[in-house]
Structure formats: C-alpha cells, structure tokens
C-alpha cells in the first residue's frame, strides 16, 4: 500500500534523525517527495501521531515530535525489565556457545561501525546483541514488540551516538557482557545489562545542553 510505504520510509528518517526532531512534515514537500496524493500522506502521518513520532497541530501544522523524556522513562523501564527477565530465563541451563559466539561476532561488527562512525548500523548492531536473549527464550515478538513502540528512546540513543566517548563505552560494556555471558552466570549478566541500559538516565542533561532544540520541555 501507497500508505505502507510513506510511512515505513518517514519513520525510518525520524528514527535515524534524518528528520530532526521539530522538523516541519508539509503536505506540499511530501507529495511530490512520494508522488502520492495527500491521503496515503495524512494517514501515514496519522499513524506516526498514534505512535508518538509526530505531531499534528491544527493552524500550524505537522512536525516530528521533540523527544519527550517522559516517555523516554517509560519506554526504557519497560525496556530494562523485559530484557532482564529474559536473561533470567535464557541464562536457566547456561547461556550456550552459539549465543557467545553470536554476541562475539555482532560486537565485531559494530567496533567495525565505530570506526567509520556508522551510528545507524551501530544501533542496528546493538539492538541485535540484546535481542540474543529474547530468542535464546523463545520470545522474540516480544523483544521486536517493544522495540516498535520505543521511538523516543530510540531517538535519544541516536542523539547518545553523537558523542564519541558514549559510543566506546558502549563498546566497553558489550564487552563485559560478552565475558559475563561465557561464565554462564545469569546474575553477573543481569548487573551488567541493568547499568548498561540505565546509564542513559544520568546522561540525558548532557544531552539536553547539547541539542536543547530536540527535546520538549
């Protein structure tokens, strides 16, 4: 569908920043961009508001939405402690080789986009290294359920990769989880997931000083 396919590709720029957060969405640079009429564009748009992406506001129109750390909270609680039981359960009888050996290889490949500064495969990466415990447990829906519905903490992980000294220590930690996940211990996993994924919180004001036009205030 003509709708299917204007709002795959705006989501896709709205979460790698290719459209900055407060970016204006007119129906007049749309149509000829999609060379679609304006239904296919308004529900497109329709449901990226649904998802919190952009925001329509009757007399001044249509924009990407600021990052609102409200929601940014909620979708990295859900995110934390979803991933935390899912190690829990994944780590039961040992985490295995194939998944240390998966791990090992996807952090090769994200170093690799490190070094060219390839944020979006560097995310991309990152979101397939902690999927890893989802379908070592058999849940994978549910990993690619909540990632779906997490577009403001997508976007403010985006907005983490413009500082170089978060993405080594990404780097850094992926590589004490991959030790962690070798001992087999689930409890040493879990620790280290839980500061991984929660580092973010005290990192957030950096972040506002630094781009205090992506942010709602």
């Known amino acids: 569908m003509l709708t299917d396919k204007v709002y795959s590709d705006l989501k896709k720029k709205i979460l790698s920043l290719s459209l900055k957060p407060g ?8 149509k000829p961009l999609y060379r679609v009429s304006i239904s296919p564009i308004r529900d497109a748009l329709k ?3 649904s998802e919190g992406l952009v925001e329509i506001k009757p007399q001044s129109g ?6 609102d750390l409200e929601k940014v909270r909620d979708e990295r609680f859900s995110r ?9 359960n994944a780590g039961k009888n040992g985490f295995g080789d194939e998944l240390a050996s998966e ?10 986009a490190y070094s060219c500064r390839n944020t979006g495969k560097f995310l991309e990466l990152d979101d397939s290294m902690h999927s890893l415990f989802f379908k070592k447990c058999n849940h994978i ?23 170089d000294d978060i993405l080594q220590n990404i780097l850094v930690q992926h590589q004490g989880l991959l030790d962690a996940i070798r ?9 280290l997931d839980r500061k991984h994924i929660s580092k973010i919180e005290t990192e957030t004001s950096d972040y506002q000083k630094a781009f205090p036009e992506y942010f709602k205030k």
């Open 23 to 30: 970016s204006p969405l007119s129906f007049s640079a749309l």
């Open 47 to 49: 449901a990226l508001e």
């Open 62 to 67: 249509t924009f990407v939405s600021l990052i």
């Open 80 to 88: 934390l402690y979803l991933e935390l039981g899912a190690i829990e």
């Open 103 to 112: 791990w090992e290889r996807l952090l090769d490949d994200q170093k690799a």
């Open 141 to 163: 829906q549910v990993f690619e359920s909540m990632k779906n519905s997490s577009g403001n903490y997508h976007r403010i992980r985006m907005v983490s990769y413009l500082f």
């Open 183 to 191: 001992t087999g211990n689930p409890d040493a996993v879990i620790a």
